[in-house]
């Protein structure tokens, strides 16, 4: 037997993998290999207990080496996991690693097969298919692209700032995009951070004017990703800078403009205070916000209403010049190798919850809201003022609002148990008051997470654990009466009970960006239904996604609380590092390709290609496919009318050939 | 739209003021609506309890009926509603109590597809026919008229196919679109005792005490049910109310009955006169009789 183009006889070297008991326990290896060894072309065929380990590569390496394979199977697990192993072993034995091919009789056949019997038959089946299509293999070898070393980071949370300033401090050139006015995302909101307490802007603030004044790192804000070209290493991503109507190279944040504006008192919802606050139509969003520029809310503006107003800003600005009516949107496209997505999450909506009362009683607030209320830079100055203008004397705090939750949210959002800890532990420190905590299980695991809930036991807020079913202005007794009533099952009292309480703080969950799938769209990666974006593999590869060059980090990616984002985040900067420092990316070769001879162009590939890699060239009227694009996932070859694209690793030949090979049981 | 109506024993008997205007609002919306053919006891919530097949067949046969009828099955009675929507989904999920079922029902000659869709009258009222359609109906709006809309625990729990769980909505809506005014009312799902009035009086009478205290400090002038037991017990259970709590009249009418009065039928044919603590006087004192 020799190989389709005659280049000589097979030397086919088989081998069959016991994984442990895994493949053993299932399969009768012995009997596959000493099977395999009377197929046609196979001159050597072995059993071992772990093909994967040092010793099972060396054995192939040697095999080469002394036996002159010129081709080889593995019998072992799914390639997902050791192809890359056995590839490069092969490669290393002087082989060409595509020569390789490999059985996966684990989790399709071992791990799902009840009769010993059946799968030791099955093993051989696959097996046979495999020696049948080896003939046809190719040597191929894989391409190189260049990466470009500038990075794009989306979101400006936490999650971006960190990644942001861990590749400009390895000298990368990176453009950091948000679309708010500052960066500082959820965290510049928070008051404190669990376990420790500390001040969320103290350890905040700093990393933001680092991110303002690092010379590697271009910030904007208020701008939006729109449109994304390119492949690995070689990204045109097009950014819509929004008119913020103040020039920003002008502005040095003295906020005069804001003092002389034409409305004398902040009359409009603050959104960094969550409504709870007043600002005015041009404002800071907080004291710290970076950059220090002010902006302009055309649609609160006079100006904007009506072309009408004295502009009594521009006065207070005078020679500084910086504000601008005409301002306009401004595209800008930007060249990058590699992207890091840190777009965050949104806070579940409580009217989704309407037993909980949000929005319909005024002292039903959300956690977040808190957190702007106990702040000392907030709406309130971090004194505890209700909207009916009193302090609370007694609080409820609802855990798993949209969370754990088969009829809003069945996902825990991780962060609520602690945070209500934090915010229990705030408010008793700035009113005194009595604090119930309604929860489902109490989930603190991290480092000194658990013992700041006993040091919560220990100062003497109230743990109540039941769901609660509604909050309520039905009272039933005198003590209850002008009070929100917080109704619950005590699950470990065994009855039902009736809380009074002055605030009820509603614990809301984590959910994935409203946006979500647009960007997920934009960067042509996958998201979950819940509007988390997916990464490769849950354990193994938690920050990549399945476009190359593209990595996620945060809360994008699923609840999280600030360490874990942070560690995300520096991991998406080390993927990304490790990208740029290599210089080129390697591209498998499985990819397809157009028989330009045989395209009829009717461009039925062009539509189907899910990662856009196929283009149709009009002077020539032929599809063409960008190797570099294609991640060989076939649909166009399978689809073609006239036959006309042909995919390396899949050839006719090849998948014909190893279909015979399962079906020929002698 | 073709709908088979099932009654159900309480539409015979107790709530008969429901039946009574229910049938002539339908017919005044222009709704085709036929009483379903030899129909039987739903078996209640009772039975389900007891021996969950046996229910399952006896409920079933009303299926099977309706079925064969075709057309939406609507179940006015809200234990009737509920037993018919439980039979539903546990032939669909459990094959074991399909089976025997068919084979109950095979032996009467009859057999179901599970093709039957079990509606509210609230569901059709605003999914098929619509408030604006009933609000350009309305001759005489019940301008002024305070009412508490209480839709009791079973239409919408477990299961919530048209209506929000938490804060049902649908005769809000149908309230305001005769021009009734709606008092906000947070016990609209809160248990109204069921049985537990004949069984563990002390226990069922607080929980109606509850809904008409509440409905009564809100300033409602009547409770709008859908549901028989729901009215009777409120309703009928008002001097033990009073002996035991304090002095209570709230008048507990069904929803179809205000319908009927601002779509401006006949007052006597919407059955008006039957509850026990009469809806007369403040219907009167709001101007709203009519003959």
């Known amino acids: 037997m020799s190989d389709a183009k005659g280049n000589g006889a097979m030397r086919i070297g088989v081998y ?183 001040c969320a802007a103290c350890i905040l603030t700093p990393k933001m004017s680092a991110v303002r004044s690092h010379p590697n790192i271009t910030l904007w804000t208020m701008s939006d990703v729109v449109k994304v070209d390119g492949f690995v ?128 009683f005024k002292n039903v607030y ?40 088969e009829k809003t949210n069945r996902w825990c959002s991780r962060v609520c148990c602690m945070y209500s800890l934090k915010l229990a532990h705030l408010l008793k420190e700035h009113t005194g008051a009595e604090i119930y905590n309604f929860y489902i299980d109490m989930r603190t695991p991290g480092k000194a997470y658990d013992e700041f809930y006993g040091k ?39 009855f039902v009970r009736r809380i009074p309480v002055d605030m009820v703080v509603l614990a809301t969950g984590l959910e994935g960006q409203a946006d979500a799938q647009d960007v997920r769209r934009l960067f042509n990666i996958s998201c979950s239904a819940e509007g988390f974006f997916l990464e490769r593999h849950p354990k193994l590869a938690p920050v990549s996604t399945f476009t190359d060059g593209v990595f996620i980090a945060g809360a994008c990616q699923g609840p999280k609380d600030i360490p874990d984002t942070v560690a995300q985040a520096g991991a998406a900067a080390a993927e990304v590092l490790a990208l740029i420092d290599a210089g080129h990316v390697e591209l498998e070769p499985n990819t397809a390709s157009i028989i330009e001879e045989e395209c009829s162009g009717c461009k039925s590939c062009v539509a189907l290609c899910s990662y856009n890699a196929i283009s149709f060239i009009a002077d020539k009227k032929k599809a063409w496919i960008n190797e570099v694009l294609c991640k060989g996932c076939g649909t166009c070859v399978a689809a073609c009318p006239s036959g006309s694209i042909r995919q390396n690793l899949f050839e006719d030949a090849e998948i014909f050939s190893e279909i015979e090979g399962v079906l020929s049981r002698g | 739209m073709k709908y088979s109506y099932f009654p159900g024993c309480s539409l015979k008997g107790t709530g008969r003021a429901y039946e009574e205007s229910l049938l002539p609002v339908f017919k005044a919306l222009g709704v085709d609506m036929t009483e379903l053919d030899d129909w039987n006891c739903c078996g209640a919530t009772a039975y389900m309890s007891v021996d969950e097949v046996k229910a399952a067949a006896l409920a079933g046969r009303n299926l099977a009926l309706a079925e064969k009828a075709g057309g939406d099955l609507m179940a006015p009675c809200a234990a009737c509603y509920l037993v018919l929507m439980k039979t539903q989904k546990r032939l669909e999920e459990y094959p074991a109590v399909r089976g ?14 599970g093709k039957v869709k079990v509606r509210h009258p609230l569901d059709i009222l605003v999914n098929d026919i619509g408030v604006e359609v009933i609000s350009k ?35 809000d809506k149908l309230l305001r679109a005769v021009g009734a005014e709606v008092v906000d009312y947070p016990m609209k799902t809160k248990c109204c005792g069921g049985s ?19 409905a009564s400090r809100r300033g409602a002038d009547v409770i709008s049910t859908v549901c028989p037991l729901c009215q009777f017990n409120l309703d009928c259970f008002q001097d033990r109310v009073s002996s035991n709590y304090e002095k209570s009249a709230m008048p507990v009418v069904y929803i179809t009955q ?16 039957r509850g026990v603590v009469s809806v007369e006087p403040i219907l009167a004192q709001r101007e709203l009789l009519h003959v």
Not at chain 1, 375 to 403: F, L, Y
Not at chain 2, 137 to 160: D, E, S
Not at chain 2, 196 to 214: F, I
Request: aromatic letters at 6%; glycine letters at 10%; charged letters at 25%.
């Open chain 1, 16 to 198: 069959v993998c016991h994984c442990g008991t895994n493949i053993a326990g299932k399969v009768d290896v012995a009997e596959v290999a000493k099977y395999a060894g009377t197929l046609p072309g196979v001159v050597l065929s072995r059993d071992y207990k772990y093909m994967c380990s040092d010793p099972g590569q060396e054995l192939i390496k040697k095999d080469i080496a002394e036996q002159k394979l010129n081709r080889i199977v593995i019998a072992s697990c799914s390639p997902l996991l050791h192809e890359h192993t056995f590839r490069g072993a092969a490669e290393k034995g002087g082989l060409n690693p595509y020569l390789v091919q490999m059985v996966n009789i684990r989790e399709q056949d071992a791990w799902v097969t009840e009769d010993r019997g059946a799968a030791t038959t099955k093993a051989k089946d696959l097996v046979r298919a495999a020696v049948r299509r080896l003939p046809f293999h190719q040597p191929l070898e894989k391409k190189h692209v260049p990466v470009n070393p500038a990075v794009l980071v989306v979101g400006g949370g936490i999650a971006g700032i960190h990644s942001a300033l861990t590749l400009a401090a390895a000298g990368k050139k990176v453009y950091l995009v948000e679309r708010e006015p500052t960066i500082g995302g959820k965290m510049a909101q928070f008051d404190k951070t669990f376990p420790t307490l500390d």
């Open chain 1, 233 to 360: 290493g070689d990204y045109k991503v097009t950014v819509n800078r929004r008119a913020r109507y103040v020039k920003e190279e002008l502005c040095v944040g003295c906020s005069e403009c804001i003092a002389a504006c034409v409305y004398k008192d902040a009359k409009f919802p603050d959104e960094f205070n969550m409504g709870l606050g007043k600002r005015k139509p041009i404002y800071l969003p907080f004291p710290q916000s970076t950059p220090l520029v002010a902006v302009i809310d055309p649609a609160t503006c006079i100006e904007f209403k009506t072309g009408k107003c004295k502009k009594t800003c521009v006065e207070a600005c005078a020679d500084r010049k910086a504000i601008d009516f005409q301002m306009k949107d401004e595209m800008k496209e930007i060249a990058v190798g590699t992207v890091i997505l840190s777009t965050g999450f949104k806070p579940f909506d409580p009217k989704n919850t309407p037993n909980f009362g949000y929005g319909k």
């Open chain 1, 366 to 405: 959300t956690a977040l809201e808190v957190e702007r209320l106990v702040n000392a830079s907030g709406p309130t100055g971090g004194e505890v003022i209700m909207r009916d203008g009193k302090e609370p004397k007694s609080v409820g705090i609802i855990h798993c609002v949209g969370s754990r939750d």
């Open chain 1, 456 to 494: 919560l036991l220990d100062e003497g807020v109230h743990f109540i654990r039941g769901k609660v079913a509604e909050v309520t202005d039905c009272t039933l007794r005198p003590d209850e009466e002008g009070k929100l009533v917080i109704r619950a099952e005590d699950t470990l009292a065994g």
């Open chain 2, 100 to 113: 025997e079922v068919g084979h109950a029902l095979g032996q009467v000659g009859l057999s179901y597809e």
């Open chain 2, 137 to 171: 109906k309305v001759v005489k709006p019940l301008k002024g008229l305070k009412v508490a809309p209480y839709y009791g625990c079973q239409i919408v729990r477990p299961y919530a196919t048209f209506d929000n769980q938490e804060n049902p909505q649908t005769m």
């Open chain 2, 196 to 214: 537990l009035t004949g069984t563990l009086p002390e226990v069922g009478v607080s929980l109606v005490h509850g809904l008409l205290r509440e």
């Open chain 2, 258 to 273: 205000l319908l009927g009065l601002a779509l401006g039928l006949p007052m006597k044919e919407l059955g008006l006169h």
